[in-house]
């Protein structure tokens, strides 16, 4: 007895913590926060990241205070589990700002727009739903998003993007031009717009005069699954920017910058519905090791005593201000991982705005961590008939040393994840797949570790390539070709603007065996929502360059010319067509003699006929006479002459 | 009897209805009543129908017969009398009885036609409205400039002091390239195998995947220097290209890198990059062409740079790559670089010699192989910035022999008195331009017309064209002494910014403008539309003298038919009628001698070490077996054969040879219309000039000999060696020229993938041998 009743009293806790926690979630959240980290060609990364939640509208009900009314209203019309709109203006250079952390993972995206979204409807009412979604973002973002709602233009990738439901559609726009017009809706979800808080930063003209630029949008709800404990709606809005600061400061020591000289603003109030406005400072391993590696000279040198790990006396670099608090990256045994701080914006005012500036003192370079393989996307052959898309992926020499799993010197492979969408225009032949290992060309199959083909058919659908390569870990260079024959047409299917050629979007590379994430000792960090997006195990993605492909296109300058030559081809056949078919040889003969016959005069004519008869002769036709036919002809002559004489004469004088 | 003559001709007419209605065949009674057939006889060019025994005829007959009486009555005969032919096959059968008079108002009104092009050249202008010319201001600054002019000066001093082995400059350059915020890669460049791809420009190049056979042998180190556009996608780029020796740099070639350079340095700063440049410092060790291709070639395939991460094999690579950890690992790799598509590529070069002009000078070279153009708004931008922007004086390339023709310049002031004397008649009348115009825009289009039809491209943006790209080279002279360098800088440098800026601008591909012109000067140009029209009239009279010829012998054929007594309705209209299929397998077999002598120099090129003189008697000697060989094969020319025959036989092998000529030429004009133009000024005479010289000499008459003279003349100019070399002599000077010349001449066509090379030996050369033939017939 005493047992059970302790087991219900266990029950009741149980409940009462439960209800506790639903409780305290049971509120409407919206974070902000900036991060900011030097990159090392002489350039600073800032990425916000708003966040706004709200609690399942079961329980919580359809009026919310923060939330967005308009995306509230796109998931539940459309059923959105999971969505991600990115608005891109120009590359992220995969090179220089790596592509191994979680930032440029899950940042780093395509030039133009890109949209998967995955729904929670039946299987065949997916493809409706898409179309409707892409239409009602495009008038939500200001873009052409509703040019995804072709079936030529998406695809239904089966395992390369979120989960392998077949509910999920991604497409994208190669040419889409990102502009303020863009950036106005997106900040229209944010509680505090651009007036408070860190999205004050946004100055324009900086922020689209970078070297970087991309908007993203991650919607993620569960309020249509089954289960009960649904965290409901969170809305992740993202911005991340390259920017070159414009101080000068020589050609060696990396330009030293403060927030209004990066965005030419500060931040003078938090956004007072904000929970959270923080912003972080990241300084990579690597220059911290080149930090200390310095620091070690230097106390090798003056033989000092080192102070310890704070911040002011660091070697290279000196911050404005003193963080709230410095949070270190858990590394692994090789090196110590990355050093974040925090400010606060809280504390800031109208006349003490926040103002974060960093300074460097010394020179130095450092190289940011590299994703495994470094992938570059080109086209070979040119001319307008047939081509070759290659992926080439240059092993970057850090994949040994920063895989997660253990492995065994003989038995490790890499596992690259290639996703690839190509206009039917483009038309693959994917039987011309080739793989090449270190320049050796490989028999494809042993190193394909599953392959998905949905070939393209004419003005239906796009031919997507999902495949896994199994490549080993020494590998240096994996290339992979395809060839392809370009195809016609319709007239008005050109886009404007045809001659420029033809896109074929990004391809996607993912490295499924590494995750890209950052992870600290202190657990409470997981509170904060950009801390915890950093420690989110997302694997490494990136994406190659655009393509574009000259199609042969027809001269849109000519169709007078064209229409023109082409009726004087067809008149000239019909013409003579009609006229060998409609002429009877034998009637115009008979028609002939007749006038012959009348010209002579059938008196004459039966005369003569009898008289040729009578003589046994034969009958001559009476002839023309020689005089009344060359008469004519100079009638004729004359006639023309004088046409011509009066057109020269009207030209002459009445010019 | 009329009466049952008439229910005859009816039973006929629907008996035949649909045979007569579709090709309106005159009932022909048998020969014995044959009416006498009108002079001209109209259906003999469209369609032999009196060869053609149709049902109708033999029922037509067969019911003559039955109606007792072989006299066709008056219907049949006015039927047969009058039919009148359409006014399009009169005016044809008028062209063709006069197609003497005919032939030579054509071939005049072309050789005219073709004098009168520079008259006729329109101003250029241009037709890409975003193209944008000038409209931004130039940022290039003095700073820029001096940055080069110290960047230069490095490369000079580096030339002089250390003993070079060509990779000192590359590894300055690559540093200055990463110092300046670019990407770097070095590109070995591998030699080109030397195959004949005569079709290439046709067929475009292969989509190569990977080179096989790579050696070590390095034939030199292209620096590849890459900009990003900040807010650029990546899917396109613009090439400047700068070649130079790196183990002899010269001063131009360092003024031009120094160029490059301030250009590149400024543009990696720049926000309005809308494309990546590239910048190809191409070492031209081992010329300028081939280092260039080579790029290209690797960039258009998966190269080794692509599949290798490191290139240890090689000892140049490794060297390279050890020197350059030093510098800064970030941004240099082995590896190949590419940067999207390519939209323009200019080749920046600065000539040797100093301009005597006031200004300095700009000289546009755009020919590329096969005659090809890039687009005519390139040379435009460059011209309108040059001229406006810069201050510099443009020039292309002109035959300066030409200038000082006196005949050129009275047929300029001809043109100019006639039209002054338009002018007076009505002032709207503007034609004619001054006589120095003319005799200047005749020499840049005889220079324009003949590097066309080479089809050997004039520099290094020659190997763009041949993947589509469109590329000029600009040859700035400059004008200074030394001291003026950074000015020079300056000027050009501003100009580079201003092309690539308007090339930046540029949404599509060049589209607009014309491809297919020909230059008269850099601001006027003759569109293929006009300059068509000379070569049309050139070649016009070719069908009409050979369908002239053709119903001659059919004519004289049938006199034969009627001259000798054999068996009339038999075989012999069939003999007459496809005799021409023996001449065309004549002809055939010595175009297929043309393809045997095509090929003859790949073999000769196997023995090394032969002087050019051999070779190219070699090359004579075999030809002439060759001919010989295939004749006796096929048993064709013979000489004991039918030779009585063969003198009548002259017009019907005139006739198919001035066919052949016909359809060679206009293939030719096809693919490279230079070639064919030339060509057909020195084929078209030929052709119809021949007439067998044992004819000329029974005449006896002054206009016979004279006609003989002329064919022997013209034959003896038509071999393209003489030819050739004739002109050589003509433009530059008679000591000069050597025999031997022309196998180099020939031998640099093979190599660059000619079309000419074909035309000159599948075309030319086997129309010139038919010609000799007709001449030194038998009687």
């Known amino acids: 007895m005493s047992r059970l009743e302790s087991c219900l009293l266990m029950f009741l806790a149980l409940c009462s913590v439960t209800q506790s926690i639903n409780v305290e979630e049971l509120n409407e959240e919206f974070t902000e926060s900036l991060l900011l980290r030097p990159l090392p060609d002489r350039k600073v990364l800032a990425h916000f990241h708003f966040r706004s939640s709200a609690p399942p509208s079961k329980t919580y009900g359809r009026h919310h205070h923060i939330f967005p009314k308009s995306i509230y209203q796109l998931v539940h019309k459309f059923q959105v589990r999971e969505m991600e709109l990115s608005f891109t203006q120009g590359r992220w250079n995969y090179e220089r700002w790596g592509g191994f952390d979680p930032i440029s993972s899950s940042n780093a995206k395509p030039p133009g727009v890109e949209l998967w979204a995955e729904f929670d409807v039946p299987q065949d009412q997916v493809d409706e739903s898409w179309k409707n979604l892409t239409h009602a973002l495009s008038g939500l973002f200001c873009a052409s998003i509703n040019f995804l709602e072709h079936s030529t233009s998406y695809s239904a990738p089966q395992w390369s993007f979120g989960s392998a439901s077949g509910k999920l559609r991604y497409g994208t726009l190669p040419r889409e031009a990102v502009c303020t017009e863009n950036l106005t809706p997106w900040l229209k979800l944010l509680p505090c717009r651009d007036k408070a808080g860190l999205s004050l930063l946004m100055d324009r003209p900086s922020i689209y005069r970078g070297y970087y630029h991309s908007q993203r949008l991650h919607l993620k709800s569960d309020e249509f699954g089954a289960s009960e404990m649904s965290t409901g709606m969170v809305l992740e809005q993202t911005l991340t920017v390259v920017l070159r600061p414009d101080t000068f400061s020589g050609k060696a020591l990396q330009p030293s910058w403060s927030l209004s000289s990066l965005f030419g603003r500060s931040v003078s109030r938090k956004c007072s519905l904000s929970s959270s406005s923080n912003v972080y400072a990241q300084f990579e391993q690597n220059l911290l090791f080149e930090g200390d590696k310095l620091k070690e000279d230097r106390e090798a040198l003056e033989n000092a005593i080192s102070v310890g790990d704070g911040f002011e006396d660091n070697p290279l670099f000196e911050l404005s201000l003193a963080p709230k608090r410095v949070i270190k990256e858990s590394g692994n045994l090789q090196k110590a991982g990355s050093i974040l701080y925090e400010f606060s914006v809280e504390d800031s005012n109208e006349f003490k705005p926040f103002d974060l500036g960093l300074n460097w003192k010394v020179p130095v370079a450092w190289s940011c961590p590299q994703a495994p393989l470094q992938a570059s996307r080109f086209l070979l052959g040119s001319g307008n008939e047939r081509g070759a898309i290659a992926i080439s992926m240059k092993s970057t020499r850090s994949n040994n040393v920063e895989r997660t799993s253990s492995y065994d010197e003989n038995e490790c492979w890499l596992r690259v994840g290639i996703f690839q969408m190509v206009p039917w225009y483009v038309k693959v032949y994917y039987h011309t797949l080739k793989l090449f290992l270190d320049g050796e060309p490989q028999s494809s199959m042993e190193n394909i570790e599953k392959i998905l083909v949905s070939p393209s058919e004419d003005k239906v659908s796009t031919g997507v390539l999902e495949m896994i390569l199994r490549l080993p870990c020494s590998v240096n260079t994996a290339a992979l070709t395809l060839e392809f024959d370009k195809g016609f047409l319709h007239i008005d299917e050109y886009p404007p603007d045809a001659n420029q050629g033809f896109d074929i979007p990004s391809a996607v590379i993912h490295f499924a065996d590494f995750v890209a994430n950052m992870s600290f000792h202190d657990d409470s960090l997981k509170q904060v929502p950009i801390l915890s997006k950093l420690q989110e195990e997302v694997p490494v993605v990136s994406y190659t360059e655009v393509l574009l492909v000259p199609l042969t296109t027809p001269d849109f300058s000519m169709p007078y010319n064209v229409i023109t030559i082409t009726c004087t081809v067809f008149a000239l056949y019909f013409g003579s067509l009609l006229n060998a078919l409609r002429r009877r040889v034998g009637e115009e003969e008979r028609l002939l003699n007749g006038k012959g016959a009348r010209k002579a005069g059938p008196l004459t004519l039966m005369i003569s006929k009898l008289s040729a008869k009578l003589r046994g002769k034969k009958w001559e036709p009476p002839k023309q006479s020689e005089s009344g036919r060359s008469s004519s002809k100079y009638k004729l002559l004359a006639k023309v002459v004088l046409v011509a004489g009066v057109a020269a004469a009207w030209q002459f004088y009445f010019q | ?779």
């Open chain 2, 1 to 779: 009897m009329n009466e049952h003559q008439g229910a005859g001709a009816r039973q006929v007419l629907s008996h035949s209805s649909v045979y007569s209605s579709v090709f309106r065949i005159p009932a022909i009674p048998p020969a014995t009543s044959l009416p006498p057939f009108p002079r001209q006889e109209p259906y003999s060019l469209i369609f032999d129908h009196r060869l053609v025994q149709t049902e109708t005829q033999l029922q037509c007959a067969r019911e003559w017969r039955e109606s007792g009486s072989l006299t066709p009555t008056m219907a049949e005969v006015a039927a047969f009398v009058k039919p009148k032919p359409r006014p399009i096959i009169r005016i044809g059968l008028f062209l063709i009885s006069q197609s003497l008079l005919v032939s030579i108002i054509c071939c005049v009104a072309g050789v005219l036609a073709l004098l009168l092009l520079p008259v006729l050249a329109k101003n250029t202008y241009i037709s890409e409205n975003a193209l944008m010319p000038g409209s931004a201001s130039p940022m290039l600054s003095s700073a820029d400039a001096s940055d080069g002019h110290i960047f230069l000066n490095k490369i000079m001093s580096m030339d002089s002091t250390s003993t070079n082995t060509g990779t000192e400059i590359p590894e300055m350059i690559g540093k200055h390239i990463i110092e300046s915020g670019g990407e770097v890669n070095y590109h070995q460049i591998q030699p080109i195998s030397d195959n004949f791809h005569p079709l290439q420009f046709f067929l475009g190049p292969d989509v190569g995947i990977v080179q096989e056979n790579y050696s070590c042998t390095s034939y030199g180190i292209n620096t590849v220097g890459i900009v990003r556009a900040p807010r650029g996608d990546g899917k396109e780029a613009i090439v400047i290209l700068t070649p130079y020796n790196s183990v002899k740099t010269t001063t131009s070639e360092a003024l031009s890198l120094g160029v490059a350079y301030s250009v590149f340095s400024l543009l990696s700063r720049v926000s309005w990059l809308a494309k990546d440049i590239i910048w190809l410092a191409a070492d031209s060790r081992h010329g300028e062409h081939a280092a260039v291709a080579a790029w290209l070639r690797d960039y258009y395939a998966l190269s080794r740079g692509d599949l290798e991460k490191n290139q240890d094999m090689c000892v140049a690579s490794s060297v390279l790559g050890h020197e350059l950890t030093s510098v800064q690992r970030n941004g240099v790799s082995n590896g190949f670089r590419r940067a999207g598509t390519m939209a323009a590529a200019l080749v920046i070069k600065v000539a040797d010699s100093s301009t005597g002009f006031e200004k300095d000078g700009l000289k546009i070279y755009a020919e590329a192989s096969n005659g090809q153009m890039p687009n005519l708004d390139l040379i435009n931008i460059v011209n309108y910035l040059a001229v406006h922007g810069q201050g510099l004086q443009v020039r292309v390339e002109k035959i300066w022999s030409l200038l000082d023709s006196w005949w050129l310049y009275s047929l300029g002031e001809l043109q100019e008195l006639l039209g002054k004397v338009a002018k007076s008649l009505n002032p709207d009348w503007k034609f004619g331009i001054p006589a120095s115009d003319y005799v200047e825009g005749c020499a840049t289009l005889a220079s324009s017309l003949y590097n066309q039809a080479l089809g050997v491209p004039t520099g290094p943006h020659g190997a763009f064209r041949d993947f589509q790209v469109d590329s000029i080279t600009l040859e700035f002279s400059p004008r200074f002494s030394s001291s003026q360098r950074v000015l020079f800088l300056l000027h050009v440098g501003r100009l580079v910014e201003g092309v690539i800026r308007s090339v930046n601008n540029l949404l599509e591909k060049f589209h607009q403008s014309f491809f297919l012109y020909l230059m008269t000067s850099p601001s006027r140009f003759v569109s293929v539309g006009v300059y068509m029209i000379a070569f049309a009239l050139l070649i016009a009279p070719l069908p009409l003298v050979a369908a002239a010829l053709f119903s001659d012998k059919l004519k004289s054929g049938k006199d034969d038919v009627s001259l000798e007594p054999s068996h009339p309705g038999e075989s012999f209209p069939t003999f007459t009628a496809w005799n021409w299929l023996h001449t065309a397998k004549t002809v055939l077999i010595v175009h297929l001698w043309g393809a045997i002598v095509t090929i003859i120099p790949y073999f000769l090129s196997q023995f090394p070490n032969s002087s050019p003189l051999t070779n190219l008697s070699m090359w004579i000697a075999s030809s002439l077996v060759g001919l010989f060989f295939t004749c006796a094969a096929s048993g064709s020319l013979s000489i004991s054969r039918a030779s009585q025959l063969q003198i009548r036989e002259w017009t019907l092998l005139k006739a198919v040879t001035v066919t052949a000529a016909f359809i060679g030429l206009c293939l030719m004009s096809v693919i490279n219309y230079a070639t064919a133009q030339i060509g057909a000024l020195l084929l078209v005479p030929m052709c119809l000039m021949a007439v067998p010289l044992r004819i000329d000499m029974a005449d006896k008459t002054m206009k016979a000999l004279l006609r003989g003279a002329c064919n022997i003349l013209l034959v003896f100019a038509g071999f393209p060696p003489t030819a050739f070399l004739m002109m050589r002599g003509a433009l530059d000077s008679f000591e000069r020229v050597r025999i031997d010349d022309f196998w180099n001449w020939t031998e640099s066509l093979r190599a660059w993938n000619s079309a000419t090379y074909i035309y000159i030996c599948m075309v030319h050369l086997p129309c010139w041998v038919l010609c000799i033939r007709i001449l030194l017939l038998r009687r």
